[in-house]
Structures are given as C-alpha cells and as structure tokens.
C-alpha cells in the first residue's frame, strides 16, 4: 500500500485549496455502521436488544463460512450512524484490542442526568459501569457488552470547541486540565454519581442517539492521519492526550466544514508508535468500520479516488446488502465504504 503524509506545507488538520478546474474528491459525511464479532446470538440479542434497548433490524441464518447467524441493530428505523451488525461466530477466538483495531465503541446520550439513568440501570443488571468521567468534550461512562467489547455512552456536548475556536479545530495539542487525570480526579465522588431510583425500563429521555464515535489504536498517527484525510475526507478536529494517562496522545478526525463537527463521524485514535500488540480478531473486538459513501452512483467515483491514491479497494458491487468498497487502513484497521442503492433508505 502507498503511504500517504500530509501535504508538505500543509499542517495536519488543514486542508489544501484544490483548484477550481479539479473535482473536490469524495468525503464520508460519517458513520454507517460498526461490525462486531459474538460468539453467542442469544446473549448478544439479550444484552443490544434488551438491556440497551436497539431495535432489531434485521436478522438471518448465514449457511457456509466462519459465520453462522447476522442480526443488525440500530434506530429510527437504520439511519446511518446508528448501526451496529453483529456476527456469530461459533468457535472464534477471544479478540482483543491493539494497533490495527478497535479499543472502544461510543454511543451518545443526551445529558449528564440521562448518563446517570444508564449507569444505575446497567449497574442494577449487574453489569459493571465506570465513570462518569469529564473528557472535556464530553462526559463518559464505561462497561462491556457479554463478548468483552468495551462500550462507552458519551455525552453530547459540552462539543470540540471549548478549548479551541469552531473555525479552528485541531491546530494545537491540548494539555488536559490535571484534575481530569488520573491522581487529580475524586475516583470515589464519581463512583458514587448515580441515578437515586432503579431504572427498570428506558425511558425517553434515556434513548441512545447513535454512534457518538469510535476509538482506534495504532503505531502510526501521522500516517493514518494523512490516509483519513487523503482518501475518507475527514479533518483533525482535536489534538490532545489519553485522559486516563495522561501521556498517550489521543487524536481526532472527523466530517468538519470548518465550524462544525458532524454527528456520528468521529474516529479518534491513540498513539502507540512501536507497539507490538496487534489487534488480535475474534469476539469481543470489531470487525471492521464502516463509512457512508452515498448513493451508489458515487460508487465508481469513490473507487476511482481511492485507486488514484495508490490505494487498492476490494469492490463489492453486487453484495447482498448494497454495493461496498473495502480497504485497509496503513496500520491494518478494516474499513467499507457502503453505498445505498436507488430506491431504498438504507442497505442494511
């Protein structure tokens, strides 16, 4: 694969003026779904359709290959962004995160108060929870799906442009505030922020909004940065360190116009440059992520852009679910672009 860095004299972050006689290349406006690996349908329904309350989408028997059973998750009936597709995989290895995979999956959620709601519901199921933690950008809680997968329910603000100007994001690396941090943070007052009342159902108030976004690991921020901007159009939104260590950098890329960051288009990685831990496949860590490409007329497009790159995409015109592009990342993370066909709201 040709490694792609960022233009010379262009700062991460920036984008280059093209000219007016050139066709700006395609650009992913977000999320279409993320791809997770179970080795038990059943629990996997219980605990996505269930305890979190999703709707199921779709679902069906796969006859032949490593997977046995497909279900889809999502809301408002698939919009893009808020799907999930869950895979049964009988006799797959336990997964696990490194460079090349998937650390953690963000779903959002309206407020602190709604958080607290999720916490207490989650906590009374006997399900772990962390948090909530202030990232700044947003407040966190933490626990895993029954396949280990890590998930966090993100807040939706306080937004990307509290530390830096909206028409200027990811210009400079953020220092967090210390008592964000390990040793600065009162871990026993966040333990004990909960909901005061059992929360047996879901209600309104706690509906998930979708992806809010999806956090990577890899060895290489420079060169994933460039190909996220080069070949998927995203920009660096947010330069800053990992908040549970406080050294690790931790960068974003998102769908960005320039004032505003787009829903449900946030990829964020941490840096491990020189890691020897690769994401290791199996259940309980992603398959793969997936972007929106658009209609399946920008299909050829799409791939004639990513071949300009150097850029080798495996094309799936006729796939069952709608026409896809797949390609790797540099550092080996697993991506689609999906495409949706003439006259129907969504693939999946």
Avoid at 8 to 13: D, L
């Amino acid at each position: 694969m040709t490694a792609l860095r960022p233009t010379p004299g262009s700062p991460a972050g920036q984008t280059v003026t093209p000219s007016p006689d050139v066709p700006p290349p395609p650009s992913t406006p977000g999320f279409h779904h993320i791809t997770l690996v179970t080795a038990d349908a059943k629990g996997a329904l219980a605990f996505y359709g269930g305890v979190l309350g999703l709707e199921l989408l779709h679902e069906e028997t796969v006859d032949g290959g490593e997977t046995s059973y497909r279900m889809v998750f999502g809301q408002e009936g698939g919009r893009p962004g808020t799907l999930i597709e869950v895979l049964e995989q009988r006799g797959a290895p336990r997964g696990f995160f490194g460079v090349g995979g998937v650390h953690h999956l963000a779903l959002g959620v309206a407020d602190g108060p709604s958080q607290l709601k999720w916490k207490r519901r989650l906590r009374d199921l006997g399900i772990p929870v962390s948090g909530p933690y202030d990232r700044g950008y947003f407040h966190s809680i933490y626990f895993r799906d029954p396949d280990g997968q890590i998930l966090e329910l993100a807040t939706r603000g306080p937004g990307y442009a509290v530390d830096e100007p909206a028409d200027a994001l990811g210009r400079r690396l953020i220092q967090p505030d210390p008592r964000r941090l390990p040793g600065g943070r009162d871990e026993a007052a966040i333990r004990a922020r909960i909901h005061p009342e059992p929360v047996p159902e879901i209600t309104p108030d706690m509906t998930l909004e979708g992806i809010h976004h999806i956090t990577g690991i890899t060895d290489d921020l420079e060169g994933m940065g460039a190909f996220l901007e080069r070949a998927l159009g995203l920009r660096l939104v947010k330069k800053t360190l990992n908040q549970d260590d406080g050294r690790t950098l931790h960068y974003f890329w998102a769908s960005y116009d320039g004032q505003e960051v787009a829903p449900a288009s946030c990829l964020t990685l941490f840096g491990w440059p020189g890691s020897p831990q690769r994401a290791r496949p199996g259940f309980g860590q992603a398959r793969s992520v997936a972007f929106q490409g658009g209609h399946e007329a920008a299909f050829s497009s799409w791939r004639t852009h990513l071949e300009s790159l150097g850029l080798p995409a495996a094309s799936a015109p006729s796939h069952p679910s709608g026409p896809r592009l797949s390609l790797t990342a540099p550092d080996g993370l697993a991506l689609e672009l999906v495409f949706r066909e003439a006259g129907t709201r969504d693939p999946l």
